[in-house]
């Protein structure tokens, strides 16, 4: 199951059906975790769907039963990170950048953080602990956008971002 979900060449839907063969075929756990010796900690199936952008495999191993974990959501908030560094506004100190500042104001942030909170709320709708989410709350506090994240954490639901 980790071969498909780590194989870029295999499309999501293709991974979903693999998946799906080794669950039901052969009673696997969908909150099977990859052993190496080579990593420090052991990740599920559910975090690799989410790195390596899985979509469709992600809501579907959520579905079956895999928990969304503190690993998960520490990923979440290095995601804000690539995202910053990916468009030329690095996060290098405690105090942002001017850059960064403005930033935060453009759609094309708006919008990848609404992508990013409909999975968090996603994941808390499926137990996941909100304080989790302490990297993510720290990364958005230091600049000053971390009202839609306590809103989302605290309610558990996301009507609209405060913005």
């Known amino acids: 199951m980790f071969a498909a979900i780590f194989d870029k060449n295999v499309s999501d839907e293709n991974t979903a059906k693999i998946i799906d063969y080794y669950i039901y075929k052969f009673n696997c756990d969908a909150n099977i975790t990859f052993k190496s010796n080579e990593l420090r900690y052991e990740p599920n199936l559910l975090e690799i769907a989410f790195l390596m952008k899985k979509f469709k495999n992600f809501d579907d191993l959520l ?78 506090k230091l600049i000053n956008d971390e009202k839609d994240l306590d809103n989302l954490l605290k309610n558990r639901t996301q009507k609209e971002l405060a913005q």
């Open 63 to 140: 579905d079956k039963g895999t928990k969304p974990n503190g690993r998960l959501a520490f990923s979440m908030g290095s995601e804000f990170l690539f995202f910053f560094q990916d468009n030329g506004v690095v996060f290098e100190s405690k105090t942002p950048s001017k850059e960064l500042l403005e930033f935060i104001k453009t759609q094309k942030y708006k919008e990848f953080k609404e992508e990013k909170f409909k999975l968090i709320k996603k994941q808390l709708q499926y137990g996941q602990d909100p304080k989790d989410y302490k990297y993510l709350k720290y990364i958005l």
